[in-house]
């Protein structure tokens, strides 16, 4: 199928730290589906953790203690996220394999089986598409393909997966210009792709 006809999940988390195998966990995820360059669904929940977020973690995600302290723990949440998004569904994120150390360990954790979604990382897009470029950020890419994005907002999961399936739609327009138009063509090109459905 063309890539320009599918539906995406773009999805985005906040966490406590950096490094799931060391204990840190999710705080947030936020999350839109798209598809024909319209987002037509949203998701976005706190988490509760098990240990406090730091201040260092609330200056960069603005989430305070305060915040999560009726919210869901992580188990719960995530249970919620995966019901809405559904079976046989593509997920999107930038820098993906942030995101996906944090499911792939909550999966680990919770005993929930095998992370079997097909994930896509925007950052390996851009890095293919603009290899002469030296910056791949998400606020970057927000100016070079001119969507409106406002920086004090950025990291928090829903504003973040917004922006990133806004710029999704554009990055599919530059590979549709490349004649590369199917997921079987993105398979092809390394870090783009970097889970797959089985």
Do not use: C
């Not at 919210?71 to 996220?81: A, G, I, P």
């Not at 005993?111 to 950052?123: E, M």
Request: hydrophobic share 40%.
């Amino acid at each position: 199928m063309n890539l320009k006809d599918l539906t995406y999940v773009v999805f985005d988390t906040e966490t406590t730290g950096l490094n799931p195998k060391e204990g840190e966990e999710l705080i947030e995820i936020g999350a839109v589906k798209i598809k024909d360059g319209k987002i037509f669904d949203r998701f976005d929940e706190l988490i509760k953790p098990t240990k406090l977020i730091s201040e260092k973690i609330t200056s960069i995600t603005n989430i305070t203690n305060e915040m999560v302290k009726n919210s869901d723990d992580e188990l719960t949440v995530l249970k919620r996220f995966l019901d809405w998004v559904g079976n046989d569904t593509i997920l999107v994120a930038h820098n993906a394999n942030f995101d996906l150390s944090f499911m792939k360990m909550a999966y680990l954790k919770y005993d929930l089986g095998f992370f079997n979604y097909t994930v896509i990382d925007t950052l390996g897009i851009s890095r293919f598409l603009e290899p002469s470029e030296r910056y791949h950020n998400l606020t970057v890419l927000m100016e070079r393909y001119q969507v409106e994005w406002d920086e004090n907002k950025h990291h928090r999961a829903d504003y973040d997966a917004e922006g990133t399936a806004l710029v999704l739609d554009k990055l599919i327009n530059k590979l549709h210009d490349k004649n590369i138009n199917t997921l079987d063509e993105l398979y092809l090109i390394p870090r783009i792709i970097i889970n797959k459905h089985k």
